[in-house]
């Protein structure tokens, strides 16, 4: 017989038998619906890397490019802040920050006054301390326990509610004053606001608070030093235990000291020599500590971080200028500012002109979310037209 090669061969099924398949047991992957927030905040970083690296290796990109980077930036710092909230219970009224400032200081940054320059300090919860800043602990106004404000929503309360003490958000200064001018290429300018503003100073508070959490506290120290910044320190600031100055070593090399006693700050930074070991010229105030930089937006300048109550925005009015309809200014008495909003084109008409000005609103997440901001392409928070906020497209 020819067996060709499709044929099969006769079975003998008398003398045949089946074998049993033996089970193996297989280990089913449980695919997952969703990515954690640890990994979603990482992804971010990298994109805010590749977004990075794009900026250092072109000189000619478009203003788009780098309200791109800004953007990513800014979902990255929003997944932190939602990291840290979920670390602390779910709530930012849990949050243990124990001091923060408030206020802000004269327009040539004198010396701190009662008025303007102050600390909130809630280290006993259940005394909370609204306390004058050069002279740490002596009280102002009342110890009642509802003066226990928070730093994420409301850092603020009026000196003159009724009955003193009572906190309302909204109660003036309804909203954080804008930095101003922050651009790294105007240095004598705006190394004081990027140093002393209040608003620099509790968004560093901010960023410490956001890296004490271990996901949030990687992604940074993934992300390339062209969108990372330090404190960097000035003379009369108060300073408070855990901030974080950058200062240079003798070899060049940058270090970080963290505040270990409240001060304010005088003469000139302290330093750091030697090696084996390094010494620093100022121990009673300052210990070797980590790095808690600012992030930097598309244009090298520090992102700030706002608190719910908002952000007041606007330029000096100037009497010599004429303003369209939208226009912020604010008139300054002392070291208070009073924010408008021009209603019609004219010039010459100071406010509070009720025809031309009314009071202005600060920039608020709609939500009363604390949020991102940056000052956009010419560096200067106080000029509201270009600035970018996290909570907007």
Not at 167 to 195: C, K, M, Q, W
Request: net charge neutral; proline share 8%; hydrophobic share 35%.
């Amino acid at each position: 017989m020819i067996w060709s090669s499709n044929a099969r061969a006769p079975v003998d099924t008398a003398n045949s038998y089946t074998v049993e398949p033996t089970p193996v047991k297989c280990r089913v992957p449980v695919r997952r619906n969703a990515f954690t927030l640890i990994e979603v905040v990482i992804a971010m970083a990298i994109i805010v890397l590749l977004a990075s690296m794009l900026v250092v290796g072109s000189k000619h990109l478009a203003s788009s490019s780098r309200s791109g980077n800004t953007r990513a930036t800014f979902e990255a710092a929003k997944l932190m802040l939602a990291e840290y909230e979920q670390q602390i219970g779910g709530k930012l009224s849990k949050s243990k920050l124990n001091y923060w400032l408030w206020g802000e200081r004269d327009a040539t940054y004198g010396a701190p006054t009662e008025a303007g320059y102050n600390l909130q300090d809630t280290t006993d919860p259940k005394n909370p301390q609204y306390v004058f800043s050069p002279n740490m602990g002596v009280l102002k106004g009342t110890t009642d326990p509802t003066m226990n404000l928070n730093f994420w929503t409301c850092p603020y309360r009026s000196d003159t509610a009724t009955p003193l003490g009572t906190i309302n958000r909204f109660d003036p200064p309804a909203g954080v004053y804008s930095p101003g001018l922050v651009d790294r290429h105007a240095e004598a300018v705006t190394a004081a606001n990027r140093g002393r503003s209040v608003a620099m100073l509790n968004t560093h508070l901010a960023m410490i608070a956001l890296q004490s959490v271990p996901a949030n506290r990687r992604v940074v120290e993934n992300l390339p030093t062209t969108v990372l910044a330090p404190l960097e320190w000035q003379a009369d600031v108060v300073y408070l235990p855990g901030m974080v100055i950058g200062v240079k070593s003798p070899s060049g090399a940058n270090v970080y000291l963290r505040c270990v006693t409240p001060h304010v700050s005088s003469g000139s930074a302290p330093t750091v020599s030697g090696s084996s070991p390094p010494i620093i010229s100022d121990v009673a105030n300052w210990g070797f500590g980590q790095n808690a930089p600012f992030l930097l937006d598309g244009w090298g300048n520090p992102i700030c971080f706002v608190p719910g109550g908002g952000m007041q925005v606007g330029e000096l009015y100037d009497n010599g200028k004429t303003y369209v309809a939208g226009d912020r200014v604010y008139v300054a008495s002392g070291n208070t500012r009073n924010y408008f909003v021009c209603l019609q084109n004219g010039a010459g008409n100071q406010p509070p002109n009720v025809t031309y000005w009314q009071p202005a609103t600060p920039i608020r997440d709609p939500g009363l979310r604390p949020f991102f901001a940056s000052a956009g392409p010419d560096g200067n928070f106080d000029t509201d037209a270009d600035n970018l906020y996290s909570f907007k497209d």
